[in-house]
């Protein structure tokens, strides 16, 4: 199995950036796809971003974040990242990185198997 572990979340104002990451245990990391979802209050999960280094580590986006967000894995370091621009109030919710077994793209959360605690990212208006 795989252990996710998410940083890089904070305060920051509209417009901004931030970077978080996505520490996963496990020799195995390159085999897995990669996916990275939000929870606000209140609200569904949301679909991000998804990356597999297959097919040329073809990469899918949320209509939402499409042209802000880019998603990148580092297999040598077992880390995926979020490059989050252009920040919104909108963005605001808790960030969680997954990792599911199964070959393909999903933009359903329960097709990932692994799962990390989340971190928080804030964007004031």
């Known amino acids: 199995q795989v252990q996710l572990a998410e940083s890089g979340g904070g305060l920051v104002q509209a417009g901004d950036s931030l970077r978080l990451s996505c520490a996963a245990s496990?020799?195995?990391?390159?085999?897995?796809?990669m996916g990275w979802f939000r929870q606000a209050p209140g609200k569904e999960r949301e679909y991000v971003a998804w990356?597999?280094?297959?097919?040329?580590?073809?990469?899918n986006y949320a209509d939402s974040v499409k042209g802000r967000f880019t998603i990148s894995r580092d297999n040598a370091k077992n880390t995926l990242y979020l490059q989050m621009n252009s920040l919104k109030p909108e963005d605001t919710a808790v960030y969680y990185c997954?990792?599911?077994?199964?070959?393909?793209?999903?933009?359903?959360?329960?097709?990932?198997?692994?799962w990390g605690q989340g971190t928080q990212v804030t964007v004031s208006s």
């Open positions: 997954a990792a599911r077994r199964a070959m393909g793209m999903s933009n359903y959360a329960g097709d990932y198997d692994y």
């Open positions: 496990g020799r195995t990391f390159s085999n897995y796809p």
């Open positions: 990356i597999n280094w297959g097919s040329g580590g073809v990469t």
